[in-house]
């Protein structure tokens, strides 16, 4: 069994009218790439860039400990809920129009929570973020999906592509630690505005879609309805159990609402004509795989950037700009990975052998951060672990965000896109919830079981930083089992070969072309 996708013209997908637009074929493409890149670098840092500011906008608004969660939660509601609704209107509005709307009104909220005055205000920016997030993200993958479908082009393509989404929450770090430093908190959100009109001026100019992509279908509102409300009540159950614990009565009010939601969900897009998710994007072997193994991976990876960021500005003090400077080495991994190995490898073995050793190695970098202590040497214990996790993310990664839109009709490609999105999405809100809760009560059990033996006040602050590393070590044991299962995964159930490499053919004018026919899935 195989699929392709139809063929449509992909010469010129230069601004109409610009000199690149009738003379190499695709010769834009790589400058849209550049502002693809631009745009998911922005979505990328968000995650991360406001975590080093919260202390101090916390402290500038007066929002609560209590509330201080919502500047995250608020954003990974609207973002994880309504992923797959975007993804469908990518498909409905086009691409090219979904993206730029989406980095206009990523902008617009970025500008809006700089100037947050409370925590309303605040609280409001960043679930718009979130709400623009959710169109922008599926549309630029999905314009990756459709414009590069060579094989060696789309490698190296989605090679630059993963190696960002892998390595932008590091630098964000970095750079939002400069910018609290050395500005103010304010910046981390402003920082978003020039990335955002940079990225959109170019894509409007330079990116034209191939013909032919668009699912002009009616909405399917309930669908709509049941999907984001299922993911919503989802994500937050998660956030809820990380602050409230998983026996709390919301959260498992949460757990079961999403369970019936999504169930329904499921029952209804099998029988309606124009579904919003078409089940065939999951159910096929490859892609469920994928979507399945990179899940699984992110929980991992999410928990862990946690627990290291913790490790190394609590227990061993670092500040907030060399922490982020500590997490270079794994960027530098991820994108030695991702355009050195994995785009070099991947039309020339099957994905799952890309993907399943990456995880292994993942899983090894991992495996020796178990044996962090109060007093581990940076240069020989977390670097080479972070060199590992940097090089296994990034060969894994990028074969399956390739692999997670090959295949799949054109018409079906924001939407495929989307559940990209969204099982990072729900596998960072699981994995942050769940290895932190893991973590917070290895902490509990190793302080009750030593603080009577401490006298001094200075040893019972020892116990409280080895309760600590206590706790993120035994958190980061079940990582490691979940990176292993995740290398299982892709080992067994994608069973794509190498992608086929399109022949040039000529077209009615006799210049050649590529012919866009999405590399075939050999089964």
Do not use: C
Not at 210 to 234: H, K, M, Q, Y
Not at 262 to 270: G, I, K, P
Not at 288 to 294: F, K, N, R
Not at 368 to 377: A, D, Q, W
Request: glycine share 14%; net charge neutral; charged share 10%.
């Amino acid at each position: 069994m195989s699929e392709t996708a139809s063929s449509a013209s992909g010469k010129a997908l230069g601004a109409p009218g610009s000199p690149g637009s009738s003379g190499v074929p695709g010769a834009n493409r790589w400058k849209a790439l550049g502002f693809i890149a631009i745009a998911q670098l922005m979505v990328v840092l968000d995650a991360t860039i406001v975590n080093i500011a919260l202390p101090s906008a916390q402290q500038d608004l007066g929002i609560s400990d209590g509330n201080r969660q919502w500047v995250v939660t608020a954003y990974a509601l609207a973002f994880g809920g309504l992923l797959l609704f975007g993804g469908r209107m990518a498909d409905l509005w086009g691409r090219k129009r979904a993206f730029v709307l989406g980095l206009g009104g990523f902008a617009a909220a970025s500008a809006l929570g700089g100037a947050a005055t409370n925590e309303a205000m605040m609280f409001g920016a960043r679930a718009l973020q979130g709400v623009f997030g959710a169109l922008l993200a599926p549309a630029a993958l999905s314009l990756l999906a459709v414009m590069f479908t060579d094989g060696k082009e789309r490698a190296k393509a989605f090679g630059i592509y993963g190696a960002i989404a892998g390595g932008g929450g590091a630098v964000g770090l970095i750079l939002g630690g400069f910018l609290t430093e050395y500005l103010d908190w304010r910046w981390t959100f402003f920082v978003n505005i020039p990335f955002a009109v940079v990225a959109a001026v170019g894509a409007y100019f330079v990116i034209r879609e191939p013909a032919g992509g668009r699912n002009r279908s009616p909405l399917d509102i309930p669908g709509v309805v049941l999907s984001t409300l299922g993911l919503v009540a989802l994500v937050y159950g998660f956030t809820r159990a990380e602050s409230d614990g998983w026996g709390d009565s919301v959260t498992v009010g949460m757990f079961v609402a999403s369970a019936v939601l999504l169930a329904a969900f499921v029952l209804v897009e099998s029988r309606v004509g124009a579904p919003l998710l078409p089940l065939r994007v999951i159910t096929e072997r490859n892609r469920g795989g994928v979507y399945l193994s990179l899940g699984l991976a992110i929980i991992a990876m999410f928990g862990l950037f946690l627990f290291l960021t913790y490790y190394l500005q609590v227990v061993k003090g670092y500040s907030p700009v060399r922490t982020g400077f500590a997490f270079l080495p794994m960027v530098a991994g991820m994108i030695t990975g991702s355009t050195q190995i994995g785009a070099r490898l991947m039309t020339r073995v099957a994905p799952r052998l890309l993907m399943g050793p990456g995880f292994l190695v993942a899983a090894v970098g991992m495996l020796l951060l178990t044996r962090m202590e109060i007093g581990s040497s940076y240069a020989a214990l977390l670097l080479p672990a972070m060199l590992l996790l940097g090089l296994g993310m990034g060969t894994a990664f990028m074969p399956a965000m390739s692999l997670a839109t090959q295949g799949v009709e054109p018409r079906d490609s924001g939407v495929a896109s989307a559940m990209v999105n969204t099982s990072q999405q729900v596998g960072g809100a699981i994995g942050t919830a769940l290895l932190n809760t893991i973590a917070a009560s290895a902490t509990t059990a190793y302080v009750a079981d030593h603080i009577g033996g401490a006298a001094s006040r200075s040893q019972q602050q020892l116990v409280q930083l080895q309760g600590q590393v206590e706790g993120y070590t035994s958190a980061i044991w079940f990582a490691v089992g979940i990176l292993v299962v995740a290398a299982v995964i892709a080992l067994t159930l994608v069973n794509a070969g190498r992608p086929a490499h399109p022949a040039a053919v000529s077209s009615p004018d006799g210049t050649d072309r590529d012919e866009v026919a999405v590399p075939v899935i050999a089964h």
